[in-house]
């Protein structure tokens, strides 16, 4: 097989992950034993680095009877519940919110107490850790979707707000499919808060793709963005295929290609796509 290597410089972790890293990190080096409430980055393999220098990651179960520790909030985020839990068990939190998950969470709450008459929907995925902190800022009232069926009550104007990983295609699909049914005497105030170092990698990503014959996509199956980013590249290039890490690559893959392109998702680090890259078959192999 004869074919060159190319890794995206523009993959990899995001802001908020690698901001949410260095403070564990920093911590772990100090000395501090610290708990990662949930994981701090859906990648295995990074995961498991961390771990290895110490990091413990625990349920927000294990957190209720956790007393006296430090406790490192992810990127992602936490409701309020999680802030008074801390409180009342004495513990220190190190919070690495994201600060432009933060700023949403924060723009949802003043929604929330200010337009009491509007229904809030938030675009995302059930469940994610970030979603089940902006619903936290409604007091649990807010609606999760993502496509316009999901929608249950059509007798109230819409504010809808978007998970900051979500795709930007979708968001505005959303907004229009939400616009044909909604009746006349309503609104929809629609907020885009798809983060915008996301939105731009799509773009990045489909050109990227459509330059190689191959694609090699490096995600953790739990990444909400691996998933998005990886249909984006699988779109403009059906020789588009998604690994965790090395020993996934199949080598029927690379058949008749003459460039391979490496990238990830924003939970994916650099040293993992390198890794990656150096275990595709060279010339001699």
């Not at 034993?33 to 349920?59: D, F, M, T």
């Not at 709450?109 to 994610?128: D, P, V």
Request: with cysteine; glycine share 6%; aromatic share 6%.
């Amino acid at each position: 097989m004869k074919f060159s290597v190319t890794i995206d410089t523009q993959s990899g972790f995001c802001f908020g992950v690698i901001r949410a890293i260095e403070k564990a990190e920093q911590a772990l080096h100090s000395g501090v034993a610290l708990y990662s409430l949930g994981e701090i980055v859906h990648n295995n393999l990074e995961l498991n680095r961390l771990k290895n220098n110490g990091l413990r990651v625990i349920s927000h179960t294990q957190m209720e009877a956790l007393r006296d520790a430090v406790v490192l909030i992810r990127a992602h985020g936490e409701p309020p519940q999680t802030y008074a839990t801390a409180r009342q068990n004495n513990l220190q939190l190190m919070d690495a919110t994201c600060p432009v998950v933060l700023k949403l969470q924060q723009k949802i709450h003043q929604s929330y107490l200010q337009n009491t008459n509007n229904q809030i929907l938030i675009f995302g995925q059930k469940g994610h850790a970030e979603v089940n902190g902006l619903v936290g800022q409604t007091d649990g009232t807010a609606q999760v979707i993502e496509t316009v069926d999901e929608i249950t009550d059509w007798t109230r104007s819409i504010t809808l707000f978007a998970q900051t990983t979500k795709s930007e295609t979708a968001f505005e699909q959303l907004c229009a499919d939400i616009r044909s049914r909604l009746p006349a005497h309503l609104h929809l105030e629609a907020h885009n808060s798809i983060c915008k170092h996301v939105a731009q990698r799509v773009q990045h990503l489909q050109q990227f793709a459509t330059q190689h014959d191959v694609i090699i996509f490096v995600s953790g199956a739990l990444s909400s963005n691996g998933n998005v980013l990886y249909k984006v590249c699988k779109a403009v290039n059906p020789r588009t295929h998604r690994v965790e890490n090395a020993h996934d690559i199949q080598p029927e893959w690379l058949a008749a290609c003459g460039s391979v392109g490496v990238c990830g998702a924003t939970s994916t680090p650099q040293w993992l796509l390198k890794e990656v890259a150096e275990a595709l078959p060279t010339n001699d192999d």
